[in-house]
């Protein structure tokens, strides 16, 4: 999946969580979705997150590959665990989110996700799958797009002077 229907993706999911939940949209639940969506590409040197990384990504990458140990539950729940318990926020909440969000999109793809990293190397896959940039990808990412809208609109901002909190 491409950086930006990660983004959108993400941005619908939380935002259909915050429509329908007590959860706030928030400027900063946005911003914790939107680089929780983009995180666990940190570890793929030309993604839109690693070139931005100063570095990072190729250590990453060097130590774990591509799709290894950052799209799995054990890195999504050690962060988890430490973000929400030490430091709970809009915005740690929405990055979980994300993240939680990112490696469930690759899980649909065809190339799968090793979710039971370092257990098994086996990458798993939803049933049915999209194709990385193929039109059923194009597709997603307009249907995501029109739901974040739908969502925003109809009843994920409580009232306007809210989502400026923190
Ligand atoms: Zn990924």
């Given at each position: 999946m491409r950086y930006h229907t990660h983004i959108v993706s993400s941005l619908a999911v939380g935002t259909g969580i915050a429509a329908y939940t007590p959860v706030s949209f928030t400027i900063a639940y946005a911003a914790g979705l939107t680089l929780g969506s983009l995180l666990p590409d940190i570890d793929e040197p030309n993604s839109y997150i690693g070139r931005r990384s100063?570095?990072?990504a190729k250590q990453v990458n060097k130590a774990f590959g591509h799709r290894g140990f950052t799209h799995s539950l054990l890195a999504w729940g050690a962060i988890t665990i430490v973000l929400l318990l030490q430091y709970f926020?809009?915005?740690?909440l929405g990055l979980c989110l994300g993240y939680a969000f990112h490696v469930l999109a690759d899980y649909?793809?065809?190339q799968g996700v090793p979710l039971l990293w370092p257990f098994s190397k086996k990458r798993y896959r939803f049933v049915?799958?999209?194709?990385t940039s193929s039109f059923l990808e194009t597709l997603l990412f307009y249907c995501f797009l029109v739901l974040f809208i739908y969502f925003l609109t109809n009843g994920a901002i409580e009232d306007s002077s809210s989502i400026f909190l923190f």
């Open positions: 100063f570095g990072v926020s809009p915005f740690t649909c793809s065809s049915i799958t999209y194709r």
